[in-house]
């Protein structure tokens, strides 16, 4: 294998490794709302403050 060939092939496994990396990210964001899928955004605003939901309390 000459060098521009090893150098071919590394180049084709980091391209790989990248596109398996985001695929797992987008499919970690995404999330089905009564079977529809959706996909949640990673910038979130803070939010303070503490609410009940169904008689449990969460607070932010």
């Known amino acids: 294998m000459t060098q521009?060939?090893?150098r071919a092939?590394?180049?084709a496994?980091?391209?790989y490794r990248r596109a398996q990396?985001?695929?797992r990210v987008h499919r970690l964001?995404?999330?089905r709302y009564r079977?529809?899928?959706t996909?949640?955004?990673t910038v979130s605003a803070e939010r303070h403050g503490c609410f009940t939901y169904r008689g449990?309390?969460?607070c932010h």
Do not use: D, F, W
């Open 9 to 11: 092939v590394e180049n």
């Open 4 to 6: 521009l060939q090893a």
């Open 13 to 15: 496994r980091k391209e």
């Open 21 to 23: 990396n985001e695929l």
């Open 39 to 41: 996909v949640s955004s």
């Open 35 to 37: 079977g529809i899928p």
């Open 29 to 31: 964001s995404e999330t």
């Open 56 to 58: 449990i309390n969460y």
